[in-house]
């Protein structure tokens, strides 16, 4: 019999946990070609999410649970499942019940059927119409950006192969962004579409300020685009200035010097200065993930689990820079 193991992040998700977890658990039970192994990972809680995990695994051997000593961020939590995942297909969903556990089996029929990424895609019937706008005037910008192709709608609730996971677990960049990676490894993928849902309980973790750093995220982590684009700026601003200079050359000649072009001259500066904060910020972004990688710090610290060590081990063994084996 097959394996599934399901991946769950949870950061402060006491009130919605339970009901998640006996949903997936009515799910799992109605496909008999699998046996199943749910992974909660809790990403520094402050409420009592650790010991209702910690309840389910006394009860129920299927339950895995692993613990970071702060919040580590999804991305990371994510990586410490899918290191422990031991199934033949790896399902990661959310804690909240965004992600219809209904669609678990759908996912695993079409795993049977030979892909190798099954990817869930949410429509966006009830969101606000500002933050519809925005993420889809995102996605437009970020496709013109980076060199793998994102789509609107597609996020984290996806089944991937153990090859896939595989595959996903070779990159041991410490600046994680699933979404990417996801796109980036390939495999045949089957999309299916699920209907928004709401939150069960609690609010989203992501305020307005951790969406916009995981956009800047978004195209930073994948080349180095901005800074070429950063070049073109420059060059067109300089070619510019060197015309506003030499026609302001020849006017005095002409005419002599003209005391107004105060506006001109603090504008042109305000401008410039823009540009230039711009372009230290985006240098100064590429240079702190430089620091980060070199760190190689692992990319969370494990408190608690009842995952068996020798799995996980496999994968943490980081290669030094270089060694191409
Ligand atoms: N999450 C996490 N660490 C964080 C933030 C969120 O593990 O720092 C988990 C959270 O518990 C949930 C999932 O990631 O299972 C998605 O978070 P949320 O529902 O807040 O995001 P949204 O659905 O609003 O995008
Ligand atoms: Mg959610």
New binding site residues.
């Given amino acids: 019999m097959k394996t599934v193991s399901l991946i769950?992040?949870?950061?402060n998700?006491s009130d919605s946990l339970k009901q998640t977890y006996e949903a997936i658990k009515q799910v799992s039970e109605q496909s008999a070609a699998f046996s199943h192994e749910i992974i909660f990972v809790d990403?520094g809680s402050q409420d009592n999410t650790f010991s209702i995990m910690y309840d389910l695994a006394a009860k129920d051997e299927c339950v895995k649970y692993i613990t970071f000593t702060r919040?580590f961020?999804?991305e990371a939590?994510m990586l410490a499942g899918l290191k422990s995942a031991s199934g033949d297909a790896v399902i990661i969903m959310?804690?909240?019940l965004?992600h219809p556990p209904h669609m678990i089996l759908d996912m695993l029929q079409a795993y049977e059927d030979g892909y190798h990424q099954v990817v869930a895609k949410r429509t966006r019937t009830n969101e606000k119409p500002l933050r519809k706008w925005l993420t889809k005037f995102y996605y437009k910008m970020i496709n013109k950006l980076i060199d793998v192709e994102l789509v609107d709608g597609i996020g984290d609730f996806r089944l991937l192969s153990r090859q896939a996971v595989d595959t996903l677990l070779r990159m041991p960049e410490y600046n994680r962004f699933s979404k990417g990676l996801f796109s980036w490894i390939g495999y045949e993928k089957k999309v299916i579409a699920y209907e928004n849902q709401e939150?069960v309980a609690g609010s989203?973790?992501?305020g307005f300020g951790k969406l916009l750093n995981y956009a800047i995220d978004g195209i930073i982590s994948f080349n180095s685009k901005p800074l070429r684009l950063l070049i073109y700026m420059g060059i067109i601003i300089t070619v510019l200035n060197m015309l506003y200079i030499g026609i302001s050359f020849v006017q005095i000649l002409l005419f002599g010097i003209d005391v107004p072009g105060y506006f001109t001259l603090i504008s042109s500066v305000l401008f410039l200065g823009g540009v230039q904060l711009i372009s230290i910020g985006i240098l100064g972004e590429y240079v702190g993930r430089i620091f980060y990688e070199v760190k190689r710090r692992p990319e969370y610290v494990v408190e608690h689990t009842n995952v068996k060590r020798e799995k996980a081990k496999h994968y943490t063994v980081k290669l030094p820079i270089g060694d191409k084996k």
Avoid: L, V
């Fill in positions: 769950i992040p949870c950061f998700e990403d919040n961020g999804k939590a959310d804690a909240d965004q939150r989203s973790k992501w």
